[in-house]
């Protein structure tokens, strides 16, 4: 696999995680670009404080 190629993984857990992200856009639900970092998750459960990203608030 390529380690620069960017990666999205699904947890045996349901967490998205988005790896070597630097090239990867995220868009919010009207378009507009939402900042990221090479390395983050997506939160599936609602729970967060921090849209889109998971802040671990489901385990909670």
Do not use: W, Y
Not at 9 to 21: C, D, E, L, R
């Amino acid at each position: 696999m390529d380690n620069n190629k960017p990666t999205i993984q699904i947890t045996a857990t349901g967490k998205v995680v988005v790896t070597n992200a630097k090239q990867v856009t995220l868009l919010d639900a009207e378009g507009k670009t939402i900042a990221t970092r090479n390395r983050f998750s997506l939160c599936s459960c609602g729970k967060t404080l921090d849209a889109p990203f998971c802040d671990g608030a489901h385990k909670n």
